[in-house]
């Protein structure tokens, strides 16, 4: 299922227009380090940052001082870490914290015990302390998929969705599923959501990939290029954002999360790998920025 967005940013007939965003801006040294250079290298398009965790200052430091790049909120509504934490701005008197007083390791949680009021303004603080520290915020996206509802059907899209329109930033949300499974359920979930997201004027994308999370066992680097080689090359019309979370593979982040600190390094290796940067030439792709999104959608409004 594709839109008509790709038309409507000017794109060829056609077009593969691809959005290359890194996740978890903030979370850690290790990330801030391999984001921002890729995004000095322009081997990224956009990120997101975790505006609650502890090496946020740096990302947003950064992220102000350099308008030119694309940064978004990575709302965030879980601390999914053993050993590395993080809480709600809004403070631990809230239905977003667990025993211990951090966000809760789940999505579970969230669906299950989250009030309105209190993600409505958690988000919100998020988003506004971005915009204090100076950061011109491209777009909004979700750490974990805490506000889709995909595991109870109960979502906090509305919130999202008003918080965006106020503020003139499109949301990472796909209208389709494309490419990545036959779930009946989800496409017609994702089908009101993008509904809901169209009567508020905030863009949306057409699909939203990535590949596995987790490492397979005895995953090698040159498996995981040569798949996302695979991603790239089947990328169809219209816009879609692949979604990674590159990080340097060091001893802070190795302490930091519960698994994956190799599979974070092939990531920062692949986005700069000349293989890569080929196929985006090879297969015609269009890179895109959220700006091209959120420009459209402030020019709508005006």
């Not at 969705?161 to 994702?190: C, H, I, V, Y």
């Amino acid at each position: 299922m594709t839109s008509d967005l790709a038309d409507r940013l000017g794109l060829a007939p056609g077009a593969r227009g691809v959005i290359i965003n890194a996740d978890d801006f903030g979370m850690c040294h290790a990330a801030n380090t391999a984001i921002m250079q890729l995004l000095d290298a322009g081997h990224i398009d956009s990120t997101t940052l975790m505006v609650p965790c502890a090496w946020a200052p740096e990302a947003l430091a950064f992220a102000a001082s350099r308008a030119d790049l694309d940064v978004g909120v990575h709302l965030v509504l879980t601390s999914e870490w053993t050993d590395y934490r993080w809480r709600p701005l809004t403070g631990t008197d809230t239905t977003l914290v667990d025993d211990a007083g951090y966000f809760p390791a789940g999505v579970l949680a969230i669906e299950e015990l989250a009030s309105v009021d209190d993600v409505t303004a958690e988000i919100a603080a998020q988003l506004q302390t971005a915009l204090d520290a100076g950061v011109d915020v491209t777009h909004l996206d979700n750490h974990m998929g805490s506000v889709y509802g995909l595991l109870t059907g109960r979502d906090f899209l509305g919130p999202v969705f008003e918080l965006a329109a106020r503020n003139g930033l499109p949301f990472r949300l796909p209208r389709s599923m494309d490419g990545t499974g036959d779930d009946a359920a989800l496409q017609a979930k994702l089908a009101e959501a993008s509904a809901a997201a169209d009567a508020l004027g905030v863009e949306i994308i057409d699909r939203l990939w990535s590949h596995p999370f987790e490492e397979a066992p005895d995953e090698s680097y040159e498996q995981v290029r040569d798949g996302f080689i695979a991603l790239l090359r089947a990328v169809p019309a219209g816009v879609t954002e692949i979604y990674l979370h590159p990080m340097v593979d060091d001893d802070e982040l190795r302490a930091a999360v519960d698994f994956g600190a190799t599979k974070r390094g092939h990531e920062l290796r692949l986005l700069s790998d000349p293989e890569v940067l080929q196929v985006f030439a090879d297969e015609g792709l269009v890179r895109l920025g959220w700006r091209d999104l959120r420009d459209l959608q402030r020019s709508r409004r005006a």
